[in-house]
């Protein structure tokens, strides 16, 4: 099954990025990649592991996000790795006019071939897909605090104020940027808090108690957006 995929003018501007990668890097990157079977890196964790061979970090972060989609493309359409690799890129690069950037997609063909088995960016790819496999994402959070006037009879006097919140949720449904909004007092926000710091002790009880003592790497995304 081939997806004829056709990528956005980012992702090819990528993938033409990754054919700077040479290949005497490519084979250190090999090798250290091959090396990372004890845990699961977020993709800011391979990330630094690329940084340290190809330094630029244009064409290290590109590499690292194209080895991941391919990965993740390849589950989509049931095809191996190397497939997607040189099926879909292949036609992206009968399809390019211009010749410099025919060799260069070569290049990167032949670069993110060398690096389709590594178990590294499987792993992560796959982690990946577990912790955003939900119908709705969520983006953005606002709690919005107003101060709003209790009116008398008589509209032009004042009798009081209430305190009130608003918590704006921003989240992705499908593709599609959705928002909504909950009306909040203070015991709500209490027990917001409470409920998030419960969540927090039970993930990291999760990872101590039935991680740990299995030896099962886990991968903890937090900590790469607290970063």
Do not use: W
Request: charged letters at 30%; proline letters at 4%; a negative charge.
């Amino acid at each position: 099954m081939s997806l004829n995929f056709v990528p956005t003018p980012e992702t090819l501007e990528d993938l033409l990025t990754v054919g700077r990668v040479t290949d005497e890097q490519t084979r250190q990157l090999h090798t250290a990649f091959t090396e990372v079977t004890d845990r699961i890196e977020t993709p800011d964790g391979l990330l630094a592991i690329a940084l340290d061979i190809v330094p630029d970090f244009e064409v290290a972060s590109a590499l690292v996000e194209q080895l991941l989609s391919v990965d993740h493309l390849s589950r989509r359409i049931g095809q191996p790795v190397a497939t997607v690799i040189e099926s879909e890129l292949g036609q992206i690069r009968e399809l390019l006019e211009d010749e410099d950037q025919a060799k260069q997609m070569l290049q990167s063909i032949a670069v993110l071939g060398r690096l389709s088995d590594l178990v590294a960016f499987r792993k992560t790819s796959k982690a990946l897909e577990l912790v955003y496999d939900c119908d709705n994402l969520l983006q953005r959070t606002r709690i919005m605090t107003d101060v709003r006037p209790v009116f008398s009879d008589d509209p032009s006097k004042i009798e009081g104020a209430v305190v009130s919140h608003t918590l704006r949720i921003r989240y992705d449904s499908a593709g599609n940027d959705r928002e909504m909004s909950l009306a909040l007092d203070d015991r709500d926000l209490r027990k917001l808090i409470a409920d998030c710091e419960r969540a927090l002790v039970k993930a990291d009880a999760a990872r101590i108690q039935m991680c740990g003592p299995s030896n099962i790497p886990t991968m903890n995304i937090a900590e790469e957006q607290n970063d």
